[in-house]
């Protein structure tokens, strides 16, 4: 588990010329590629879009190429979501290149600190739950596959709340 007293300073990016994120989960289908979608929408309605670079990736690439998840798409348009981000594997050189790596759960955490290069690499690895401000309970993003609709509703529920909670943190 990250302890957030040794990840980044997450205030401090906002003094960045831009903001780098990269959110990521296991298959890149449906959790990360839906919190992409929940933060860009966050930052374009706040007109700061050039400010914020957004991806998104997973660990397994079974689905490198696809279009998230048919189920995870049809949810998030119903909140007004479009869901275009095609899946890939991450990268070693993405450490380098984002200061913010998000995970949605404690495998994606522990794996990301594995593949990390760097001490520095890993204090960019945070994790959503922990911006999240109304669901005290929740200990993580959990992977949907293999729930019906209820653990896609969920999912967007998490990520809404986490995704203002990290954009404010960031902004404040
Ligand atoms: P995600 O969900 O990590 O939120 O994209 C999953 C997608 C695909 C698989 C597992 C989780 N899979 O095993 O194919």
Not at 3 to 9: A, G, P, Q, R
Not at 83 to 111: A, E, K
Not at 123 to 148: E, L, N, S, T
């Amino acid at each position: 588990m990250n302890d957030k007293s040794t990840s980044v300073e997450i205030g401090s990016l906002k003094d960045k010329e831009k903001i780098k994120i990269l959110f990521v989960c296991l298959g890149n289908i449906c959790r990360s590629p839906a919190a992409q979608g929940v933060m860009q929408r966050l930052v374009d309605e706040r007109g700061l879009s050039s400010r914020y670079e957004l991806d998104s990736c997973g660990f397994y690439g079974g689905h490198a190429g696809d279009l998230p998840d048919k189920r995870m798409r049809v949810h998030a348009s119903r909140r007004g979501y479009d869901l275009t981000h095609r899946s890939r594997v991450l990268r070693p050189w993405d450490f380098d290149d984002f200061d913010l790596i998000v995970g949605m759960d404690d495998r994606n955490i522990s794996d990301l600190l594995e593949a990390a290069p760097s001490a520095d690499a890993q204090r960019k690895v945070v994790r959503m739950i922990d911006f999240a401000r109304c669901h005290p309970y929740q200990d993580c993003v959990p992977d949907p596959y293999y729930d019906g609709a209820q653990g896609f509703e969920l999912v967007l529920d998490l990520l809404e709340d986490a995704c203002a909670g990290l954009f404010d943190e960031i902004e404040k």
